[in-house]
């Protein structure tokens, strides 16, 4: 039977149907591009996701405000401040202020499960590598003159040069940003000597390089660093965190005495807390160290200098009284740090390379171009480390070793020698008094804070495989 339906209807019944798919159409395409459209932003502008940045003080002011953070506690089990942060970051290889060429920190948090277990990051050997140093000599405003070896006329740059390469693995790269996104509402502290503030000045160098705003980052007080003042705050604005430096030659008390010809003489009590700890309970990352002043000379001599109690030995032994001074340190940790609220380092001895003498009796390193490379000075242990491991085991509350001593030992080249101090324009160089002991920056101390990062990562890495 022939369609009776008029012309007119059929093409008006085919339009309807058309414009009904088309709609369909538009509908899925529509549905397709919303729920694409963060990964297409990806592929648009190749930037770092804008939610780390977040600024948590809103108003900008010409003078940044002078106030001391407060800290913010670790949740229960939990070491680092964001769990979720590898999920919110996980497009993200921003590697001091660029993006990283060889994938994401997520990438990089999977090749740390895979060895971080096996892995002792601290037996290897120094490699030449090109991509170092992080930052430049000269870059960093940061770094006091007497680490400032360039800057102070040292010629050669080679030294800058090397990486630290464990056997077993490859640290992860200093990842400026996602060190601080771990550190987020946190007070990250070292205590202790000069070395301490080598690594501390360090420490700030690698994230200034990383900072797209470097404005972000100052100290509360507006203090220059300089080797005479024991105390200094670094605010990151962006991340509402600080890196912070106090100084504790000994970590146990230093005071005075009234000899018997009314002379005020120095003393060192072994079985007190040094007064500065107030500070340390005030902090969610701690790095502790102490050990070069021990050699000094009043230090090493121990005549009429240690004390227990009231009393003054006219004579003790300084290896003993070292020991001692761990101990007071480690029962102190015990009873005032909590373990899951606190993180705890302590840096271990790294070594001097003083030449025909020691640093006070004509000792030198002048010259020192390369590493040790071989021989027994790589193998060697000094007993204050053996004290420090046998402190740390006894203790409740765990504290990660950074063992640097062996690392140390190769790195002869590393130190600022007769390049600590700058000199007037062509005043020649004295070579009478040399620092064999601190390090120039850019240099050996980069590798600590690497170290440090390496470790935030695994452990964060180790609690989400609980």
């Known amino acids: 039977m022939a369609d009776s339906s008029p012309p007119q209807k059929k093409r008006h019944n085919i339009f309807t149907f058309t414009s009904i798919l088309f709609l369909i159409s538009i509908f899925l395409i529509l549905l397709v591009f919303l729920s694409s459209e963060k ?18 003080n809103t108003t900008t002011a010409a003078t940044p405000p002078i106030v001391e953070p407060e800290s913010t506690s670790f949740e229960s089990n939990q070491i680092f401040s964001n769990e979720t ?17 060889n994938g994401s920190v997520k990438e990089e948090e999977k090749e740390v ?52 390469k464990p056997d077993d693995c490859d640290l992860p790269r200093f990842n400026a940003t996602d060190f601080l996104v771990r550190i987020r509402g946190k007070r990250l502290m070292l ?13 700030l160098c690698l994230l200034h390089e990383g900072l797209p705003d470097k404005s972000k980052m100052y100290e509360v007080h507006g203090y220059k660093i300089t080797k005479g003042r024991g105390f200094y705050i670094f605010k990151f604005v962006d991340f509402n965190c600080t890196i912070e430096y106090v100084r504790s030659h000994f970590l146990v008390r230093e005071g005075t005495r009234i000899n018997g010809q009314g002379n005020s003489n ?49 004579k003790f032994d300084a290896v003993e009284a070292y020991r001692k001074a761990l101990k007071t340190w480690g029962e102190w940790v015990d009873k005032n740090l909590n373990p899951a609220r606190q993180l705890v380092f302590y840096r271990a001895y790294s070594s001097p390379h003083f030449r025909g003498g020691d640093w006070d009796s004509g000792g030198t390193c ?13 193998d060697s242990y000094p007993i204050k480390m053996k004290i420090v491991e046998d402190v740390i085991q006894q203790m409740k509350v765990p504290v990660i070793l950074l063992n640097v001593t062996r690392l140390t030992n190769f790195r002869k080249d590393g130190h600022p020698s007769v390049y600590g101090k700058m000199r007037p324009k062509g005043m020649k160089v004295s070579t009478r008094k040399q620092d064999c002991s601190h390090w120039c920056l850019p240099g050996v ?17 180790a609690i989400r495989q609980v």
Request: with cysteine.
């Open 39 to 56: 990964t297409l932003n990806l592929f648009i502008s190749p930037s770092i996701n804008p939610e780390i940045f977040a600024q948590t």
């Open 85 to 101: 942060h590898v999920e919110e970051n996980e497009n993200v290889g921003f590697v001091n202020g660029s993006i990283g060429e």
């Open 113 to 164: 499960e895979k060895w971080g277990k096996n892995c002792n990051f601290y037996m290897g050997k120094w490699v030449k590598d090109d991509g170092y140093p992080v930052y430049q000599p000269g870059s960093c405003p940061f770094v006091d003159e007497a680490y400032d070896c360039q800057s102070n006329g040292r010629p050669d740059f080679e030294f800058m040069k090397w990486r630290w």
């Open 191 to 203: 205590v202790g000597d000069s070395m301490n503030r080598n690594q501390f000045e360090s420490m």
């Open 266 to 314: 120095p003393t060192l009590s072994m079985d007190k807390i040094d007064k500065t700890a107030r500070k340390w309970t005030q902090a969610d990352i701690l790095v502790f160290n102490t050990g070069h002043w021990w050699t000094h000379g009043k230090t090493s001599r121990g005549k009429n200098y240690y004390k227990e109690g009231d009393y003054v030995y006219p």
């Open 366 to 378: 002048n010259g020192e171009t390369e590493p040790i490379l071989s021989g027994t000075f790589l």
């Open 445 to 461: 101390p980069d590798a600590w804070n690497e170290l440090i990062y390496a470790t935030l990562v695994y452990q964060q890495t």
